[in-house]
Nanobody, 115 residues
Framework: QVQLVESGGGLVQAGGSLRLSCAAS????????MGWYRQAPGKQRELVAG???????NYADSVKGRFTISRDNAKNTVYLQMNSLKPEDAAVYYC?????????WGQGTQVTVSS
């Protein structure tokens, strides 16, 4: 059973930065597709960024140029570097692993951005 544990959320002022981490258990991390999603109150969960096993990345238009997703297969960890944060980036951020036709979600980490 895969477990995903996010960390790194918190309170930051607008214009600031945070780095989220998602550590995965198990041995399938290196062949997985990893994604960061977020959900703000009253809104649907949305994809923020994704990274394939080969390192290809994609981003939501709203975060392009500000957020960077990366992975360290040796550490079974995916990261989301968030710069130039805006109040509208505030949400619970979740990581998702897709591997062998299955999906796994972390418990989420809260990001709060003060204006």
């Amino acid at each position: 059973q895969v477990q995903l544990v996010e960390s790194g959320g918190g309170l930051v002022q607008a214009g600031g930065s945070l780095r989220l981490s998602c550590a995965a258990s198990g041995s399938a991390f290196s062949i997985s597709v990893m994604g960061w999603y977020r959900q703000a109150p009253g809104k649907q969960r949305e994809l923020v960024a994704g990274i394939t096993s080969g390192g290809s990345t994609n981003y939501a238009d709203s975060v392009k140029g500000r957020f960077t997703i990366s992975r360290d297969n040796a550490k079974n960890t995916v990261y989301l570097q968030m710069n130039s944060l805006k109040p509208e980036d505030a949400a619970v951020y979740y990581c998702k692993m897709t591997v062998l036709w299955k999906e796994y979600w972390g418990q989420g980490t809260q990001v709060t951005v003060s204006s």
